[in-house]
C-alpha cells in the first residue's frame, strides 16, 4: 500500500500545504511518493525529497506543466495512479481543481476535505459548515482525496533523504493553455500559512476605517490580514482576504477578530485556530461562543488602544 501526494509548488519551491497532505498520506499506511510536475521545476524535486516520512519523489518535467493546468496534470497523475492506493491533493484551488478530473477518469469516488485519517479506508471530514463530522468509509480501490490543511500537523520539511525519479512527461493535451497572471504582491505573510491573523467585518463600515483600524495592529504583530465575508462584500476589503466556508480556511496560532459577528460560515473558516481573540460591542455576537478571550468593547476604541501597548 503506497500513497502518492500532489505537490503544490512554483518549479522552484513546495509550498507549504504539501507538508500537512504528506502528514494526512502517511497516516493511510504505507510508503508515501509525492509526485512534482512542472516545467525546469528540479529544485522543487529536492525540496519535496527532503522532507520528512517521504520514501520517494517523481519529477515530471515538461513545458505543458509549468503552470499546473488542471487537464495535463490530471493527465500526468492518471498515467501512474495504477501504482497506488491512495491518491492525495491539497484542497486548495489548484488540488480542488484536478482531484474531481482524476476521480471521475479512475471512475471513484472522491474524498473531499478530509480532516482526520480513521485508517486505511475511512476517513472523517466536516459538512453542514463544519457543525457535524461525517465518517465516511470507501471500498473504491483508489482513493481519490483532498486534504484540509488545518486538520493535520504540517510534516518536517527537512531531515528526508528520498530518491529523485525522473517520470515519463505526458503530452500536452491542447484542451487548455496559460495565457497570463496577476498576482497580488505582498510583504504581508500569505494569509493561509500566517502563524498570526487580525480579521475586520462589517462594523468597521468603510475601506478607509478598514485600512485605517486594523493595518496598524496587523503591522505591530508582522501578521496577515483577513475579512469576513460582509466586510469583503461590502467592498471594504479585496475578496482574497476572506475567511471563511467560501474564502480561505485558516488556522493559526493567533486569530484577533474585530467587529465580526460570527456567522457560521466564518467560523466554519477560522474555529480550529489555536488562539482566538474576540473584539465586539455586541455581547450576544456568535464569535465569543468560539474565543478563547473576548473583549466587549468598541473596536474604534479598543484596538488603537491595543496597538498603543503593543
Same mark, same amino acid.
Given at each position: ?42 529544485? @522543487? !524535486?529536492?525540496?519535496? =525529497? %527532503?522532507?520528512?516520512?517521504?520514501? &520517494? /519523489?517523481?519529477? $515530471? +518535467? ?41 476521480? @471521475? !477518469?479512475?471512475?471513484? =469516488? %472522491?474524498?473531499?476535505?478530509?480532516? &482526520? /485519517?480513521?485508517? $486505511? +479506508? ?46 515519463? =512527461? ?141
Amino acid at each position: 500500500m503506497t500513497s502518492l501526494v500532489i505537490a503544490e509548488h512554483d518549479n522552484a519551491s513546495i509550498k507549504g500545504a504539501t507538508l500537512n497532505t504528506v502528514t494526512a498520506a502517511a497516516a493511510c499506511g504505507g510508503d508515501v511518493h509525492v509526485l512534482v510536475a512542472g516545467h525546469n521545476a528540479g529544485e @522543487a !524535486a529536492k525540496a519535496a =525529497a %527532503q522532507i520528512a516520512g517521504v520514501s &520517494k /519523489v517523481l519529477l $515530471a +518535467d515538461a513545458p505543458g506543466l509549468a503552470h499546473g493546468l488542471a487537464e495535463n496534470v490530471a493527465a500526468q497523475v492518471l498515467a501512474i495512479a495504477s501504482n497506488y492506493s491512495h491518491i492525495l491533493f491539497p484542497a486548495t484551488a489548484s488540488g480542488k481543481n484536478v482531484a474531481p478530473r482524476v476521480a @471521475a !477518469a479512475l471512475d471513484v =469516488a %472522491q474524498l473531499s476535505d478530509i480532516i &482526520k /485519517v480513521v485508517s $486505511a +479506508d475511512t476517513f472523517e471530514r466536516p459538512i453542514y459548515a463544519g457543525n457535524a463530522i461525517a465518517t465516511v468509509q470507501t471500498q473504491d480501490a483508489t482513493k481519490v482525496i483532498t486534504v484540509r490543511t488545518t486538520g493535520f500537523d504540517a510534516a518536517p520539511a527537512s531531515g528526508g533523504s528520498a530518491p529523485v525519479e525522473n517520470a515519463d =512527461a505526458v503530452a500536452d493535451s491542447g484542451k487548455s493553455s496559460f495565457v497570463g497572471s496577476e498576482i497580488a504582491k505582498s510583504d504581508r505573510p500569505e494569509l493561509t500559512a500566517a502563524k498570526i491573523i487580525v480579521s475586520g467585518g462589517r462594523a468597521l463600515g468603510s475601506a478607509e476605517k478598514f485600512n485605517e483600524v486594523i493595518t496598524p495592529l496587523a503591522d505591530k504583530l508582522g501578521a496577515a490580514i483577513g475579512a469576513s465575508r460582509a466586510a469583503v462584500d461590502a467592498g471594504y476589503a479585496p475578496n482574497d482576504l476572506q475567511v471563511g466556508q467560501t474564502g480561505k480556511i485558516v488556522a493559526p496560532q493567533l486569530y484577533i477578530a474585530a467587529g465580526i459577528s460570527g456567522a457560521i460560515q466564518h467560523l466554519a473558516g477560522m474555529k480550529d485556530s489555536k488562539v482566538i481573540v474576540a473584539i465586539n460591542k455586541d455581547p450576544e455576537a456568535p464569535i465569543f461562543s468560539v474565543a478563547d478571550y473576548g473583549l466587549e468593547a468598541d473596536l474604534f476604541t479598543a484596538v488603537p488602544e491595543l496597538v498603543k501597548a503593543l
